[in-house]
């Protein structure tokens, strides 16, 4: 309950006067970590130590930072409006249930992976190095009759993980398009805000930040950029085929932004991180929202007219494909009237 701000002032100036904390919350019947926590914040106070925010604290802070940013883009879009709000909210809730249930399922399930496979291949160097196969080795055969089984462990583990990576992204695609770019937004997000405790020595950070840290920020700005710049089977959607076109030239503009980001931060090292940060929030939720239609976000030059370049060689591909499918049938069907007489 809500105690008057003159009791905490009084109760605490006890405190602080001499009187302990149990004295204080007999007296006053003022529950006693209520009263410690008054005093201690009071400490803090005069000896302007800096305490640190609870998890609550953070969480609501957090909010509150995205709430901002939702509305700075929603009027810069021009979609201010309450629909767009509790869509962005639904989404960002999906969107973080869907990467919960990843982090339960596939991160376990690939740790399960990587050990069977280690137990797997300690089992086979055992029986190649002390056991004895259960039919005898042909002669010369020995070294072969050793190898295989280690290899097949692991051509069958990747065959697996294989599997296992194209079923969760399934999964991923029909929980909610653009899920997986959402978290690798959240992500990269995440990663940049770390890199200032690499920063204490060295003022343009990026090259000093480690190589691993680097490569993880690059290839999750590449995961995001992928996912944005192409097209989506999964998610129709749309009225018109020109509806769908303008979406993904929207997105591939925006895509465009992510690869500026990379080459910013490579070339800008830490005085770009704040700006990385708000053109990457700017994004989750447009991203969130659907619409990528965000003319003042900053672009890669030539990076849209190179995903049109990917696109026109798939076509290009599937085209030859489909040509050769329908040169391979018609050879088939002469050879078939010519030789073999089928249709005679």
């Known amino acids: 309950m809500p105690y008057p701000e003159e009791l905490k002032a009084e109760l605490t100036a006890r405190v602080l006067a001499g009187e302990t904390v149990s004295e204080v919350s007999r007296q006053s019947k003022v529950p006693r970590s209520t009263i410690a926590r008054w005093t201690s914040a009071a400490y803090d106070d005069i000896f302007d130590i800096e305490r640190k925010p609870t998890a609550a604290e953070r969480r609501r802070l957090e909010q509150e ?118 978290g690798a937004l959240d992500n990269v997000q995440r990663h940049i805000r770390a890199l200032p405790q690499h920063d204490a020595i060295f003022t343009r950070a990026w090259s000093s930040v480690p190589r691993s840290d680097r490569d993880t920020i690059v290839g999750t700005l590449r995961v995001v950029e992928r996912q944005l710049s192409r097209h989506r089977l999964l998610y129709p959607g749309f009225a018109t085929w020109g509806a769908r076109g303008a979406q993904i030239r929207q997105r591939r503009r925006v895509a465009s932004t992510v690869a500026l980001i990379e080459v910013n931060l490579s070339n800008h090292g830490s005085a770009y991180y704040e700006e990385a940060l708000q053109l990457l929030r700017s994004i989750e939720i447009l991203t969130l929202l659907r619409d990528w239609n965000d003319r003042s976000l900053p672009v890669l030059e030539g990076a849209e007219e190179r995903y049109r370049g990917w696109l026109q060689t798939i076509a290009a591909l599937v085209w030859a494909t489909l040509v050769f499918a329908i040169a391979a049938a018609s050879l088939y069907f002469q050879v078939a009237v010519d030789v073999w007489g089928v249709f005679e």
């Open 65 to 182: 930072t995205f709430d901002r940013d939702v509305d700075r883009v929603l009027a810069r879009i021009g979609r201010d409006d309450v629909h767009a709000r509790a869509a962005i909210r639904t989404r960002r809730r999906m969107a973080n249930i869907a990467r919960l249930a990843y982090t339960l399922t596939y991160v376990p399930l690939m740790w399960l992976m990587v050990a069977l496979f280690w137990l797997m291949l300690f089992v086979v160097a055992l029986v190649a190095v002390f056991g004895r196969f259960t039919e005898p080795i042909p002669p010369g055969q020995e070294i072969l009759a050793r190898v295989v089984p280690s290899v097949a462990v692991i051509v069958a583990y990747y065959l697996v993980k294989t599997t296992i990576d194209l079923l969760i992204t399934a999964l991923w695609e029909l929980t909610g398009p653009f899920t997986l770019c959402f």
